[in-house]
């Protein structure tokens, strides 16, 4: 079965420190990872995609890397600020025909002051 | 703003109201989607369309029922609907469905609450 954990559930940082996200995946074939960033209130929006190849990947503060061996990905900020507090959701695409996302459940980071 | 409005952003409901949910796209998209996104629980597809035509729907009751007049808008219909029912209800677009690096642009969802 697919499935993609995310940990921690929640995590809370103080301001301009670094923080580092996790999601393990368990979904095959695997196409691309995808992370996003819900603020409360809104829809999820897209950080940064991975595929296969892909080790590492950069957007501002935000820099996600993949293990596709392990099936491991993470999200590191750097220098939190307020304005990340937010739910930051791993998806996983699958590599078939329905190229299907299977969710993880969340973290949920409040950055304070 | 994503591209993608929802309306209303909030719904309050008995469990014998009917209502719908409105969610339009202006990124000149082909597919569509709903999503539930309870507390706690990762999101859970509803349905799919690609080209006004349904092409999943994820063992959703039917007391949900989606309509799709063109790939610009997409309805959710809600008929005696349960309190386990409130969640936020999130639409999507994408250019189409079966892309690889498909990215799905959501709206800011409508909060509903069964009562």
């Known amino acids: 079965k697919n499935q993609v954990e995310q940990s921690p559930q929640s995590l809370i940082i103080l301001e301009g420190k670094n923080c580092t996200l996790q999601?393990?995946?368990?979904?095959?074939?695997?196409?691309?990872l995808r992370w996003y960033k819900q603020d409360t209130g809104r829809g999820p929006v897209s950080l940064t995609i991975m595929t296969f190849s892909e080790n590492t990947k950069s957007n501002g503060r935000y820099t996600a890397t993949l293990d596709a061996d392990t099936k491991q990905s993470s999200l590191h900020i750097t220098a939190s600020q307020l304005s990340d507090s937010a739910s930051y959701i791993c998806?996983?695409?699958?590599?078939?025909?329905?190229?299907?996302?299977?969710f993880g459940g969340g973290t949920r980071l409040m950055v304070k002051p | 703003e994503t591209g993608v409005t929802q309306t209303p952003r909030h719904l309050v409901m008995g469990m014998t109201n009917k209502k719908s949910l409105k969610c339009e796209q202006h990124?000149?998209?082909?597919?569509m989607y709903w999503y539930k996104q309870s507390a706690k629980k990762p999101l859970e597809l509803m349905f799919v369309y690609n080209f006004k035509e349904q092409t999943e729907n994820n063992s959703v009751p039917s007391r949900f029922s989606p309509e799709c007049p063109n790939s610009s808008h997409l309805f959710l219909h809600l008929h005696t609907l349960q309190p386990e029912d409130s969640a936020l209800y999130l639409c999507?677009?994408?250019?189409?469905?079966?892309?690889?690096?498909?990215?799905?642009?959501f709206g800011p969802g409508t909060r509903l609450t069964v009562l």
């Open positions: 998806v996983v695409r699958t590599n078939n025909a329905g190229n299907m996302l299977t």
């Open positions: 999601c393990n995946y368990t979904v095959s074939p695997f196409s691309n």
């Open positions: 999507a677009s994408s250019q189409e469905i079966g892309m690889r690096n498909n990215e799905q642009f």
């Open positions: 990124l000149g998209h082909n597919a």
